[in-house]
C-alpha cells in the first residue's frame, strides 16, 4: 500500500470510529445509584429482593439499559446522608434516587434540620451533574399533627426549589395493607417492595427519559 493510500485509509477509519462513538454512547447503561436507608437497603432482605434489585429487573424487562447501585444504608438519617454523598455517588452516575427522611421523622429530628440536610444534598449533586428523583415519606401518626405539618412538605418544596421529579411517598400502598411488611410492621417484605416498584416504575421510566435527552 502506497503511503498516500495508507493516509487516506487511516483518514477514513478514523472517521468511521468518530462516526461510531454516538452509536456506543447510546448503548452504554444508565449509571444510577439508589441512595437512602433500610427503605432502600432491603432491611432483612435477600439482595435480590431490595428495592433496586427489582426496580432494575423490572426496567430491563421493559428493555431499559440500566443499572442501578444500591447505595442504601440501614438506619441512616439525613445528616449520615449527607456525610457520605459525595462518596456513596461515584463519578460517572447519571441520576440519583434520593430517599431519606423516615429515621429522622421517627427519632423527632426537627424537620427544619432535615430540610437542610436534603437541600444540601440535592445541591451537591446538581453542582456534580446528577440528575435526581426525590422519593418522600410522611411523618409517622404518633409524632403528632404539628410536627407531620412541619415534615411533609418539605419534600415538595425541594422538588419544586430544585425542579426535580417527585414520588410524594415511598411506601404508598405497603403501609397498613397486611402481608406487605416484615414482622416489625414498618419495612416492607420482597412483596411490599413489588409493590414499590409498580408503583413507582412509570415515574422512573420518565426519569431515564429526562437523562436520555440531557444526553447522559
Known amino acids: 500500500m502506497s503511503f498516500k493510500a495508507s493516509v487516506l485509509h487511516f483518514i477514513?477509519?478514523?472517521?468511521?470510529?468518530?462516526?461510531?462513538?454516538?452509536?456506543?454512547?447510546?448503548?452504554?447503561?444508565?449509571?444510577l445509584v439508589g441512595f437512602g436507608d433500610s427503605l432502600m437497603a432491603g432491611y432483612q432482605?435477600?439482595?435480590?429482593?431490595?428495592?433496586t434489585a427489582q426496580l432494575e429487573?423490572?426496567?430491563k424487562a421493559k428493555g431499559h439499559k440500566v443499572v442501578i447501585t444500591n447505595a442504601g444504608v440501614s438506619g441512616d438519617t439525613t445528616?449520615?446522608?449527607l456525610s457520605r454523598i459525595d462518596w456513596s455517588v461515584p463519578d460517572g452516575t447519571d441520576g440519583v434516587i434520593l430517599e431519606l427522611g423516615a429515621n429522622d421523622a421517627l427519632r423527632g429530628i426537627s424537620p427544619e434540620q432535615s430540610?437542610?440536610?436534603l437541600d444540601a444534598?440535592?445541591?451537591?449533586?446538581?453542582?456534580?451533574?446528577?440528575?435526581?428523583?426525590?422519593?418522600?415519606?410522611?411523618?409517622?401518626?404518633?409524632?403528632?399533627?404539628?410536627?407531620?405539618?412541619?415534615f411533609n412538605p418539605i419534600y415538595k418544596r425541594l422538588a419544586d426549589k430544585y425542579g426535580v421529579p417527585l414520588y410524594p411517598f415511598f411506601l404508598d400502598g405497603v403501609t397498613t395493607v397486611e402481608g406487605m411488611q416484615l414482622e416489625d410492621g414498618m419495612h416492607p417484605n420482597a412483596k411490599g417492595v413489588?409493590?414499590?416498584v409498580e408503583?413507582?416504575?412509570?415515574?422512573?421510566?420518565?426519569?431515564?427519559?429526562e437523562i436520555k435527552d440531557n444526553g447522559k
Open 12 to 31: 477514513v477509519m478514523s472517521a468511521l470510529w468518530l462516526v461510531g462513538l454516538p452509536a456506543a454512547a447510546q448503548d452504554r447503561p444508565i449509571q
Open 45 to 51: 432482605l435477600a439482595p435480590s429482593e431490595s428495592y
Open 57 to 59: 429487573a423490572a426496567l
Open 79 to 81: 445528616s449520615g446522608g
Open 115 to 117: 430540610e437542610r440536610n
Open 121 to 150: 444534598m440535592l445541591a451537591r449533586l446538581k453542582e456534580r451533574g446528577a440528575a435526581v428523583f426525590l422519593v418522600g415519606i410522611l411523618a409517622p401518626p404518633n409524632m403528632g399533627g404539628d410536627y407531620a405539618q412541619r
Open 194 to 196: 413489588a409493590v414499590m
Open 199 to 209: 408503583k413507582t416504575i412509570q415515574p422512573v421510566e420518565s426519569f431515564l427519559g
